[in-house]
Each structure stands twice: as structure tokens, then as C-alpha cells.
Nanobody
Framework: QLQLVESGGGLVQPGGSLRLSCAAS????????IGWFRQAPGKDREGVSC????????RYADSVMGRFTIFRDNGKNMVYLQMNSLKPEDTATYYC???????????????WGQGTQVTVSS
């Protein structure tokens, strides 16, 4: 069974940090670009960051540039999103997805996880 599973979400105060993890089972992430997306209630799904299968070609949404860092460990079949200086507007369900190229458009991706909730609140 091909599956992506996100973890690491939770409740954090403004200014805090979280690290999200994306684990793959049933397939190898080496051949896929990975994107992180988020969706808040009543809003469209937003591309946050992506990374090529090689680890290069990284992209970030303007809203997270300088605060979030994406990286991958193909040996562990994992991709991570380090989120620092979190703001209340970062509150959303975060998803990782696998696709052929690094893109911030969700239509590019063919495998999706179930999401992990991130809440930034005091």
C-alpha cells in the first residue's frame, strides 16, 4: 500500500517552532519531488514548500520564506519541514505530497498524506 504519513503537528505559541515529518511506506521517496501544503478552514489549499528528489530546487511560498526550511533524508525515506517563528496565520492542516517535479501547485502531486494539524495560539 502506497502511503504518506505526516507527523509533528501540535499546539505552539506564536514565535515557537515545530518540525513536521513526512514518511513514506510502500514506495521510495528518492524518485519523487515532495511538496508541503496547508489548508486552513474556509481557505484554499496553499503550497508552502517543495524539494526535488535530489534535494535541490527548493521553493518556498513568500509567506514562509526565511522562517520555514524543507529538507530530506532519502536514506530514511523521510522529508521534513522545520517551522520557526510561527505565527497565528500559520494555523492549518499541513499535508505532504509526492509528485514528479517541485511545484507549489497541488495539481502536480499524485500521492497525498492525511495531514497533521498545526495550531499557533497563545
Amino acid at each position: 500500500q502506497l502511503q504518506l504519513v505526516e507527523s509533528g503537528g501540535g499546539l505552539v505559541q506564536p514565535g515557537g517552532s515545530l518540525r513536521l515529518s513526512c514518511a513514506a511506506s510502500g514506495f521510495t521517496l528518492d524518485y519523487h519531488a515532495i511538496g508541503w501544503f496547508r489548508q486552513a478552514p474556509g481557505k484554499d489549499r496553499e503550497g508552502v514548500s517543495c524539494i526535488r528528489n535530489s534535494g535541490g530546487g527548493i521553493r518556498y511560498a513568500d509567506s514562509v520564506m526565511g522562517r520555514f526550511t524543507i529538507f530530506r533524508d532519502n536514506g530514511k525515506n523521510m522529508v521534513y519541514l522545520q517551522m520557526n517563528s510561527l505565527k497565528p496565520e500559520d494555523t492549518a492542516t499541513y499535508y505532504c505530497a509526492a509528485g514528479p517535479v517541485c511545484s507549489l501547485y497541488y495539481t502536480n502531486y499524485y500521492y497525498w498524506g492525511q495531514g497533521t494539524q498545526v495550531t499557533v495560539s497563545s
